[in-house]
């Protein structure tokens, strides 16, 4: 919801602060004729003096309001007597309207700032709701503000959260829309130290084809001596689609990602390649059979040594089994870290160093060691973002083929390196840690639907491992295996999701006593940050966990599932 501090004010103030916002002309008059046809029926979310709204009216449009302080309410009401039938008391970010698809334009106007975080992704997805197919949103936020605090309050104490032009585009984009106008313009309280841009974007429906050149021409045209690119490709995809939250926004334009996030993505992709039966050369030296190896091969296979016929491709899950119990004791802690920087050795002189060599625009990546981040545009990000999935796959193919390019002197094809690409640890090992928690913990009921497990449990991942190939401890839950059978590799909807949170969350809580540090390094992936101590945490992750499904679903098409209720009792056998 809106934030409480944020709200109090506005009550208090609210004589004051509509008599300041009646005085000044509306922003939004340059874009209304811009954003919206005549006649069409706009909804002004955070109506606050009722201003923008009058206009709207004034100006032939069939509008409406909604406004959660009603003493803003009241205010605009006794100025605009008009607005009377046309304002309704609702907050963000679950607008209870029965009003799904029925307005043709949206304007939210000096209101997101207001929002916390982890209501965001419901305020923009609920947002949605109410548009039409190709439906427009309207909406500005402060661009810089001179009386904002550290911790993102003003001086009178409300919120001002800082949402840049860039991730809001991202964000939008994610959830169906495609921006069509962006501005910024000063004050027009005559603020000096204020300004603030102005965003327009059209709900689109799916499928909508972006550019992806960019990409394409690397993944085409740039020489490559290694799988390096590929590699550094598949990482970024996997990481834009499953944790977005890792990357950094920044105010010129371009988005960090941390060097050690795709370092940990590259030891899992060549871990099985290392560990094959048959040597797979992964760059143009190691076909010729030199004695130049990849830079990390060596590291690499040191770490791997002990896990060495402790299942599939060279103890991949059992490596990461130990990961998650964290059994990763000081010997071998020292050998992952010295594999981990020799990768990421290896991607600041390799691909961030030479990608895009045959591109006009030259060199796409960038490393920054103050933050040891790979940078890149923010249009890059996005476009990973939106089509990661498929870029995935596309470079797995690529790689595969480039792969048996540099192996034909060793007989080797793209078909025998597929399956070593494609590898993962082995889910029933890799979920051993939570099977185990649970079970000492003497859990009696299914989390999907809280009937008694009268038949024992197994361990089922929340975003199913068929499509992110995902074991951390925050995707599993203990399910009725009658019912993991019925949810399949299906994504759960959003109602059953909300329905059973107080179940997850004690899976969480379960999980993180059990395995702390485990537990928080994943979650931490998801969140982008570091794990809170207080009561918190469960609330952020929960909204993290919400938006990569829906966002999941969105983009990949996917069927939704919720439990089939059990059938009713005979009458013969209820008496």
Not at 229 to 255: H, I, M
Not at 374 to 385: I, T
Not at 445 to 469: E, M, Q, Y
Request: with cysteine.
């Amino acid at each position: 919801m809106v934030d409480l501090d944020t709200s109090e004010f506005y009550a208090r103030n609210a004589s004051d602060v509509v008599a300041r916002y009646e005085a000044a002309n509306s922003p939004l008059i340059p874009y209304l004729r811009l954003a919206f046809p005549a006649s069409s029926r706009v909804l002004d979310v955070g109506c606050g003096s009722g201003r923008d709204l009058a206009l709207l009216l004034r100006e032939g449009y069939d509008a409406f309001g909604i406004e959660p302080v009603d003493a803003m309410r009241l205010e605009a009401i006794r100025r605009h007597p008009e607005l009377a039938s046309r304002i309704s008391a609702a907050a963000l970010p679950n607008i209870e309207l029965t009003a799904d698809g029925q307005f043709d334009g949206v304007i939210c106007s000096a209101v997101l700032m207001h929002v916390p975080e982890h209501d965001l992704f419901d305020t923009v997805f609920n947002l949605r709701s109410l548009l039409r197919p190709h439906g427009r949103l309207l909406m500005s936020l402060p661009l810089t503000r001179d009386d904002v605090l550290s911790g993102e309050r003003s001086t009178d104490g409300r919120l001002f959260k800082t949402y840049t032009p860039d991730y809001l585009q991202l964000l939008l984009e994610r959830t169906g829309f495609q921006q069509i106008g962006r501005w910024e313009t000063e004050d027009a309280l005559g603020r000096t130290g204020t300004t603030w841009f102005t965003q327009l974007f059209e709900l689109r429906s799916a499928g909508l084809t972006r550019a992806v050149d960019q990409i394409e021409g690397i993944l085409n045209r740039d020489l490559k001596v290694a799988t390096y690119k590929l590699a550094l490709f598949r990482a970024l995809s996997e990481l834009a689609t499953q944790e977005p939250r890792v990357a950094t926004w920044r105010s010129d334009g371009r988005v960090g990602v941390p060097l050690r996030r795709v370092a940990e993505k590259w030891l899992v992709y060549y871990w099985p390649i290392f560990a094959a039966a048959r040597f797979v050369p992964q760059s143009s030296a190691e076909g010729a059979e030199s004695s130049k190896q990849l830079l990390f091969r060596k590291p690499m296979l040191a770490l791997m040594a002990p896990y060495v016929g402790r299942g599939e491709h060279g103890g991949l899950g059992a490596w990461q089994l130990d990961q998650n119990a964290g059994r990763i004791g000081t010997t071998q802690a020292a050998l992952q870290e010295t594999a981990l920087r020799s990768i990421g050795k290896a991607i600041r002189q390799g691909p961030v160093a030479f990608s895009g060599g045959a591109l006009e625009t030259g060199q796409v990546f960038a490393f920054d060691s103050a933050s040891a981040q790979v940078l890149m545009a923010a249009d890059l990000w996005r476009e990973l973002s939106l089509l990661g999935h498929w870029i995935n796959d596309a470079v797995i193919l690529r790689w595969a083929e480039l792969s048996e390019r540099f192996g034909v002197r060793q007989g080797i094809h793209a078909g025998d390196v597929l399956p070593l690409l494609m590898a993962k640890p082995e889910p029933l090992r890799a979920t051993a840690v939570a099977r185990d928690v649970f079970a000492r913990s003497g859990w009696t009921h299914c989390a999907w639907t809280d009937r008694k497990l009268t038949n024992g449990f197994v361990v089922d991942h929340i975003i199913p491992f068929s499509l992110w190939g995902n074991n951390d401890l925050w995707n599993l839950l203990p399910a009725d295996p009658g019912v993991n059978g019925q949810k399949s590799d299906k994504l759960p909807t959003s109602a059953l999701l909300n329905r059973q949170r107080d179940k997850i969350g004690g899976a969480w809580r379960l999980l993180r006593d059990a395995v702390p540090i485990p537990f928080d390094r994943q979650a931490t992936h998801l969140l982008g940050g570091v794990m809170g101590s207080g009561n918190g945490w469960e609330d952020s992750l929960f909204a993290r966990l919400r938006e990569a499904v829906e966002i999941t679903a969105l983009q990949r098409g996917m069927a939704r599932w919720s439990p089939t209720p059990p059938a009713p009792r005979p009458a013969s056998l209820a008496a």
